[in-house]
């Protein structure tokens, strides 16, 4: 099977924006004329006096604008806010980004409550819910180009943070959290917690696959390479991603301090250049280097187990449905897989934006189905504000489904109040290590 050439995005991060972007249409965006009661209180009075009362009040609290939804318990309206104030250059459109419904999010336009310079657009959300997001002013509203892969950063060039939200996702993103939303206590740092190592190969040759990536190797507080029992092992995708905007190796340092879960080595693997939308999805000839090459790698220059059990493959997106791949061909290597957000709607030639008929998608689920079970155990999530057609929680739903009545451990499987989204990955990521190695923690932390 020849696997798919997807379009290059300009970073892991920009692609999961454009998919969060992308969101189901269960995603409930208010009408450009319905208002929410505070906007209505404005509407209703838009004297330059009330109007500066309101930006006062934006500049305490913040944006978004949440305010609850009458007679619905746990749900709020979320509004987003743009102040156009200079008529010498005015805002022009003002797209939000990483609340749309279906792949028309250029339709994300704030709209103007009359006779003012409040920009707004209202959504709802549930208790719980927990985002990432950007705001795009003077937005051209123009569709991805999906055949050029330089069209992503002259697109996105004008997408930033929000400037009246003071909850920052990096540099170029906000944060949306409403009561509930889960704690992240692992991806804090911690003076107090013993410190791994971070050895990185910079340049790792594949000849099975005829290029290079970055590797990187976390080696836990008091790494001992001669002790009696060897070491579990993580490998994950998307080194970038898992070193940046998923804190691996604070969230590592501070399960292993707790006795969460077992002192590990994880290895952070890369992409290659713009391979990744080739590599990860179901790729052959990818599972084969992984086999051949990274894992002796590893084996021979770390001390890290031979035991299937104790070794845990993840990933998040492609990265999850390249583990759950992975697992199925190499089960003599990797007994655990960690899936956040697996894009299980993946089959040769599939797209998930404009589905064709003449292609069934979900090629995965149903190789699982025909297959004979082999001894792997599962951690899946998903968000219900994921996009897809199907949706992402519908086809993570239909893998769980397909392992369960085959045998399968899934030990945990978890539909979480959010989106394709680093932002909540970074917490479930300590989830799933707890969830599969946990049980192990208290025999397997002893040297």
């Not at 589905?355 to 079970?373: F, H, I, M, N, S």
């Amino acid at each position: 099977m020849k696997p798919r050439v997807l379009p290059r995005f300009a970073s892991v991060l920009t692609a999961v924006v454009f998919l969060s972007c992308v969101s189901a249409a269960a995603l409930a965006a208010a009408s450009p004329t319905e208002l929410t009661p505070r906007l209505s209180t404005l509407a209703a009075a838009p004297s330059a006096e009330n109007v500066a009362a309101f930006w006062a009040e934006i500049e305490t609290s913040g944006t978004p604008l949440i305010e609850p939804v009458e007679g619905k318990d746990d749900t709020w309206w979320v509004t987003f806010l743009y102040r156009d104030d200079d008529p010498d250059e005015p805002a022009g459109n003002v797209l939000v980004l990483g609340f749309g419904k279906g792949s028309e999010f250029t339709t994300e336009v704030m709209s103007r409550i009359e006779g003012t310079d409040v920009l707004y657009r209202t959504y709802t959300r549930g208790r719980g819910f927990r985002g990432s997001y950007q705001l795009s002013p003077n937005d051209p509203l123009t569709l991805p180009d999906m055949d050029d892969p330089e069209w992503w950063p002259r697109r996105f060039a004008t997408f930033g943070p929000d400037p009246l939200n003071p909850k920052r996702f990096g540099d170029r993103y906000s944060i949306v959290e409403l009561p509930g939303a889960p704690e992240q206590p692992w991806i804090v740092p911690n003076d107090q917690v013993s410190k791994g190592e971070v050895v990185h190969h910079e340049g790792f040759r594949s000849e099975v696959l005829d290029n290079k990536r970055p590797i990187s190797v976390y080696l836990p507080p008091a790494y001992d390479a001669s002790r009696a029992q060897a070491y579990p092992m993580f490998v994950v995708f998307d080194r970038g991603a898992y070193l940046n905007q998923v804190p691996t190796p604070t969230i590592l340092d501070n399960l292993i301090t707790a006795g969460e879960i077992p002192p590990l080595v994880a290895v952070l693997v890369g992409n290659s250049g713009s391979a990744r939308n080739t590599e990860l999805p179901c790729n052959p000839q990818f599972a084969e280097f992984l086999a051949t090459e990274l894992f002796p790698f590893v084996r021979e220059g770390y001390h890290v187990t031979r035991d299937p059990a104790e070794t845990v493959v993840g990933g998040s997106s492609f990265g999850g449905l390249a583990s759950t791949y992975f697992a199925l061909e190499h089960p003599e290597l990797v007994g655990n897989v960690l899936s956040q957000s697996g894009s299980y709607w993946w089959a040769d030639g599939w797209d998930f934006r404009h589905p064709d008929p003449a292609v069934e998608g979900e090629w995965l689920t149903r190789q699982y189905a025909l297959r004979d079970k082999v001894d792997v155990r599962f951690y899946m999530d998903v968000g219900i504000h994921e996009a897809g057609n199907p949706s992402m929680a519908v086809v993570n739903r239909h893998l769980r489904n397909v392992l369960q009545a085959k045998g399968y451990d899934v030990v945990r499987y978890v539909e979480f109040n959010g989106g394709h989204d680093y932002l909540v990955w970074r917490g479930t990521l300590a989830d799933g290590l707890i969830a599969l190695l946990g049980e192990t923690a208290g025999s397997a932390s002893s040297p």
